[in-house]
């Protein structure tokens, strides 16, 4: 019997070690993508849609917050019933509550941290396009615009995820579903 749970301990410490290795892969993986599409596509825009994609690149943040949070204060219970009931997404829904520490750490800390890298990168594009814009210079100019929007950045991502968390406690299955039936639909188009 010691064995068996010590077997059991091992593997699961094995299990998490690659969970770990592939999760830290992901991430290197995704954000390079998505930095190098950020700068190019941010080099050939105007101000204004760089401000517009800043914004969605932190509402995405937001998102998978609150995804995160919402499938860690979700219960299992109600999508077991509705599994038996062969509702669509139920499974899914299911799994999703189950891992819900790989899920949350992908969501919250893979996705949210490179939303986070991404739109302080934007934030220093903007930047130089503002100050070319305006055509201001001195280095005062440049450390006043910077940390202005360097903390507008913070302001939205720390108040949207705020409100985010909130909202995903409150209706946790309710957004767990909804993802859930939204794997399944990407998993049906396969």
Not at 52 to 57: A, D, P
Not at 130 to 153: D, Y
Not at 175 to 188: D, E
Request: glycine share 6%; charged share 15%.
């Amino acid at each position: 019997m010691s064995n068996n749970k010590n077997n059991r301990k091992s593997k699961k410490k094995n299990d998490y070690k690659k969970w770990v290795i592939v999760i830290v892969l992901w991430t290197l993986v995704i954000s390079t993508l998505i930095s190098l599409l950020a700068n190019v596509v941010l080099q050939a825009v105007n101000l204004f849609l760089a401000l517009i994609i800043l914004v969605f690149i932190i509402f995405i943040g937001i998102i998978f917050d609150l995804i995160g949070v919402a499938v860690t204060a979700a219960s299992e219970t109600p999508f077991h019933s509705m599994a038996s009931r062969k509702v669509k997404g139920a499974k899914e829904a299911v799994k999703l509550v189950r891992n819900a520490d790989k899920v949350s750490n992908f969501c919250n800390d893979v996705i949210g941290d490179i939303c986070g890298v991404i739109s302080g990168a934007i934030g220093a594009l903007i930047l130089v396009k503002v100050v070319l814009w305006t055509q201001l210079t001195g280095e005062n100019v440049n450390i006043i615009i910077g940390s202005i929007i360097g903390a507008i950045i913070a302001s939205l991502t720390v108040g949207g995820k705020a409100i985010g968390k909130s909202i995903a406690i409150s209706k946790s299955n309710k957004i767990v579903f909804a993802v859930a039936k939204v794997i399944n639909l990407m998993k049906r188009d396969r």
